[in-house]
């Protein structure tokens, strides 16, 4: 099986930074794309930031130079870290990864994290 494991989320002013991690783990052969979504109350989920395994990244526009995405290979993991955070940013934030499994290889699959919130207030 596979996992993903977020940490990082909580209550922050606005104006200010947070970091979130996310770790994928189990039965992994290769990690294709990764990403952050986030869905605040009463609306859709959206994509936050992507990168792929090559590194190139995109961003939301409403996240733009505050938002930075990277991750580390070798440690399967992922992180947002999020600067001059708005109220408007609070959601619970999801992980997300395409990842070929070793039980299925040739197989692309997603899976998600189980989501951790964000809360900025003002």
């Known amino acids: 099986q596979v996992q993903l494991v977020e940490s990082g989320g909580g209550l922050v002013q606005a104006g200010g930074s947070l970091t979130l991690s996310c770790a994928a783990s189990?039965?992994?052969?290769?990690?294709?794309?990764m990403g952050w979504y986030r869905q605040a109350p009463g609306k859709q989920r959206e994509s936050v930031a992507t990168?792929?395994?090559?590194?190139?990244?995109n961003y939301a526009d409403s996240v733009k130079g505050r938002f930075t995405i990277s991750r580390d290979n070798a440690k399967n993991t992922v992180y947002l870290q999020m600067n001059t955070l708005k109220p408007e940013d609070t959601a619970v934030y999801y992980c997300?990864?395409?990842?070929?499994?070793?039980?299925?290889?040739?197989?692309?699959?997603?899976?998600w994290g189980q989501g951790t919130q964000v809360t900025v207030s003002s």
């Open positions: 997300n990864a395409k990842i070929v499994p070793r039980y299925a290889f040739g197989s692309l699959y997603d899976y």
């Open positions: 189990g039965s992994i052969f290769n990690i294709n794309a």
């Open positions: 990168i792929t395994s090559g590194g190139s990244t």
